[in-house]
């Protein structure tokens, strides 16, 4: 009820969402977890850099870290000032820069402000912040248990009602079977 209540103030502009004067794809799902949202930012990364799109960054809260406010990741980051996922992608992509701030609108500001030349920023498990308004959300759902036949926590997995799918510009289903014919 309170997550329902929550969108619709955002969906009859009681709360407003943030737009910016750079790019930002954003990757997110509707269930708790599980839906491989930082291997499918790190594949749009690769991805978007193998096309030639210029400067990317990478933003995200930085879960389970032990600090606080913007942190933009360099030699001397730990896992325990980023998070593990981000601290996993500065390693893996040296050529993107990695942000953390639990306040994505203040994140986006300060990764252009830090980082001018960026083209790009991925906003990774950023669904259900909805005072960010990506100009792309792509939106994660499992192969095995997708969101239309999910229910919402504590009678499933679901963070938010089903019909949060319509947010999304792009619908991902994700761990599928190797071999798709055999389905």
């Known amino acids: 009820l309170v997550v329902t209540i929550r969108n619709k103030a955002f969906d009859y502009g009681v709360l407003r969402s943030c737009g910016h004067n750079i790019l930002t794809i954003g990757v997110g799902n509707l269930s708790a977890g599980g839906t491989g949202k ?4 790190e594949y749009l990364a690769r991805f978007l850099q193998n096309e030639n799109c210029g400067r990317l960054a990478l933003l995200s809260r930085g879960y389970r870290r032990k600090t606080k406010g913007f942190i933009l990741a360099s030699p001397l980051s730990k896992v ?8 996993q992608m500065y390693c893996k992509l040296p050529d993107v820069n990695v942000a953390v701030c639990e306040d994505r609108n203040i994140g986006v500001k300060l990764i252009g402000n830090y980082c001018p030349d960026t083209n790009i920023i991925l906003l990774d498990d950023v669904y259900q912040h909805r005072y960010i308004k990506p100009d792309v959300m792509v939106l994660l759902t499992d192969y095995n248990m997708p969101f239309y036949r999910d229910r919402v926590i504590p009678f499933g997995n679901l963070r938010e009602p089903r019909k949060g799918y319509k947010r999304a510009d792009v619908i991902v289903v994700s761990k599928c079977p190797v071999n798709m014919s055999e389905h």
């Open 38 to 41: 930082t291997p499918h930012v």
């Open 80 to 87: 325990e000032e980023i998070g593990d996922e981000p601290y």
